[in-house]
């Protein structure tokens, strides 16, 4: 009952924290949030299922486009558009007429097409996210942009928060230790990054759901079996000596039980390839596991029929929308990359990997990964990610011991599958814009894989370090958003020529005070400052308690 209690916290706290980001966020601070908007928009009161690619955004979305400062990655839109860089270095009375224009947009212009040149390009993506928060988009057609936005967001958090009970299974299962359950949901509930990634309205916070609990339902499989003797084990007491048997559980399938999660590991595949392309790279683990499950001379034909239906039901949920990929793009995952070099070949693609500089494509990806503040592109200093780069390394070193494990084996499998995926995107991005690097919060969809990977690694180190380490990440989160994303959204501190940003000073010119800061985060948003207050309390205590609270959970051993 108290574990229960500590996972309802651990939710409850989570929840906060994220309806704290998705309130503090700016318009469209979220990555491709304003394209993200427009196809549930166009969904929602055209009443169609799927949006053309080159459809135009619409009206209102192009307008506020000019009038709110934008993110820092959109800083070649043709003006009026400015950056938050530039939005506050505006004369006040310049800043209250676009304010006012922006609240006096009519409520028709979400039904028309904006101008030419802005298009919805996010309907490229699978449609399971649109489709869902259609309906709620139809609920808010009687309100203003912002508030549906804000609306849209808070849905997305309400999705995203599911994650937490079930990366507590799957650290506990893959471990067989309740205390390293309990700091996985911690971790995730703490970082940065991951509250960046999923609140704000965008299809991640679902995806995010559905890889994790295909992970669970595929450790779940993993968990079924029958005891084999694998060694034993002596104590040496007092002029005794105590013998025990050790044994483990080798999968075999078989039983109702086992016919549900095969089911369960089709439907879950099938809904989130509906959801994002980057569930393809979960097949191969898929494929691999009934694989193993195969070789267990018991299991005979019924785990490889099984794999056989896992992998029908998923095409038959999803199958459609990449056979129709590749009728319209050429492509099987229909993205703008891919689509750019449907022409070139896989030999010629692979001849120019030895091209790509992969230290600094894999350095992208993980500093990305661990804090990229949204669309802005905040960062922290180096140093900073180098830290978590030696504790991931001390993680691996302890995951030595447990590799032979069929659940650890599982999630090597998922996350490993997951950066090959990364890789070959890189290998895209290379070739077809010459960007050496990829969307490193993308791993957030494999983030129970590797939260559990980390956590299990560390503590056959140490007991006390996955503690530490929601410390750390609780530490990272309440810096960035203190001294990086509050300072840059209202305008204390900008980037530097080279990209970086400032440190702030807050005895600098650009100083506003925390009245000031609180006007500022409310624009463009429609809610009042007591709201911004009530949600930064509840924030930070939350983050506190996080940090606190895994200390205080008494360890049980594996058993």
Known sequence: MRIRWRIALIWACFVARLAFYATMLPLWEGYDEWAHF????????????????????????????????????????????????????????VRAQRESAFRAMPAGWGREDGPAGLTAYEALQPPL???????????????????????LRWVSIAIASCIIPLIFSIGRLAFNDERVGLCCAAIVAVMPGMAI???????DCLAVVCFTLLIWTGLKACSTGIPACVGFSCDRGAGTRACRVETRLDPVPGGLECL????????VLGLGLLTKAYFLTAIPPVILLHAYLCRNRIAGRRACLRSFVSLTIAAAISGWWYWRNLLTTGTLSGLGEATMLRDVDTWTLLRHASAVPWGTAIDAILFSHIYFGGWSSLT?????????????????????RVMRQPAIRWLIA??????????????LLYVSKGLPGSMGWYLYAVVAAEVALCVGG?????????????????????????CVAVPYYTGMIRHKPNGAIAALHLAGERTVGLAGALERLTVYKGISQSLIVVGWLAYVASTLWLMIAVWAHKPRAPQ
Do not use: C, K
């Not at 549900?260 to 439907?267: D, E, M, P, Q, S």
């Not at 490993?416 to 070959?424: N, V």
């Not at 180190?461 to 810096?479: M, N, Q, S, T």
């Open 38 to 93: 427009s196809v549930v928009r166009i969904m929602a009161v055209r009443s169609e299922p799927l949006v053309a690619r080159d459809q135009p955004v619409p009206r209102d979305v192009a307008t506020s486009l000019q009038l709110a400062p934008v993110p820092w990655e959109l800083r070649n839109l043709p003006s009026p558009s400015v950056t938050e860089d530039d939005y506050w270095l505006l004369s006040a009375d």
């Open 129 to 151: 996210y649109y489709w869902l928060l259609a309906p709620v988009m139809r609920l808010m057609s009687g309100s203003g942009l912002a508030a549906q936005v804000l609306a």
């Open 197 to 203: 990634d999923v609140a704000r309205v965008g299809n």
């Open 260 to 267: 549900w999660y095969t089911v369960g590991l089709g439907a």
């Open 380 to 400: 922290v200093r180096s140093w900073m990610y180098h830290v978590f780069y030696a504790v991931i390394l001390v993680a691996a070193f302890g995951l030595l």
């Open 414 to 427: 998922v996350y490993a599958a997951f950066w090959a995926g990364q890789i070959y995107n890189v290998l």
């Open 458 to 482: 560390l503590a056959r180190i140490r007991r006390w370090a996955p503690a530490a380490g929601v410390v750390l990440f609780g530490l990272l989160d309440l810096y960035t958003v203190h």
